[in-house]
């Protein structure tokens, strides 16, 4: 099973109330993040005519999209969620603040903004 969708199996999630605005880039703009079409969606505003897609999503009034302020935090897998096995990043750091969703008292997530992309990370909560 792919991240996006075991994330899509825990979150069950849609729409949002109002975007979540933050500088997820780094480019000191404010950049966006929505609920479209079953998606999170991520817009930049160097380029707002081009969505980014950071996981699939289905209805579900417990979805949370927020900040989660730059920081050290421990993965899910490091806690013991998931194949543990296979876990080997059990620390991230973000150096500004990510992208955090999930839903409440299930799940957390982070999506980091590197290289051009989002990249997930199930954290522990």
Same mark, same amino acid.
Do not use: H
């Given at each position: 099973? *792919?991240? &996006? @969708?075991? +994330?899509? %199996?825990? @979150?069950?999630? %849609?729409?949002?109330?109002?975007?979540? *605005?933050? /500088?997820?880039? $780094?480019?000191? =703009?404010? /950049?966006? +993040?929505?609920?479209?079409?079953?998606?999170?969606?991520?817009?930049? #505003?160097?380029?707002?005519?081009?969505?980014?897609?950071?996981?699939?999503?289905?209805?579900?009034?417990?979805?949370? +999209?927020?900040?989660?302020? #730059?920081?050290?935090?421990? *993965? #899910? !897998?490091? =806690? $013991? %969620?998931?194949?543990?096995?296979? !876990?080997?990043?059990? =620390?991230?750091?973000? %150096?500004?603040?990510?992208?955090?969703?999930?839903?409440?008292?299930? &799940?957390?997530? #982070?999506?980091?903004?590197?290289? $051009?992309?989002?990249?997930?990370?199930?954290? &522990?909560?």
């Amino acid at each position: 099973m *792919t991240l &996006s @969708l075991l +994330v899509a %199996a825990l @979150l069950g999630a %849609a729409d949002l109330p109002a975007p979540l *605005t933050i /500088d997820f880039d $780094g480019d000191r =703009r404010p /950049d966006r +993040v929505v609920a479209e079409n079953g998606w999170l969606v991520g817009y930049r #505003a160097k380029a707002p005519a081009k969505p980014i897609r950071i996981t699939q999503i289905a209805p579900d009034e417990d979805l949370f +999209v927020e900040p989660i302020a #730059a920081g050290e935090y421990t *993965t #899910a !897998c490091a =806690r $013991g %969620a998931g194949d543990v096995k296979d !876990c080997t990043v059990k =620390r991230v750091r973000f %150096a500004r603040p990510v992208v955090g969703f999930g839903t409440r008292e299930a &799940s957390l997530f #982070a999506a980091q903004w590197k290289r $051009g992309r989002f990249e997930v990370v199930a954290l &522990s909560d």
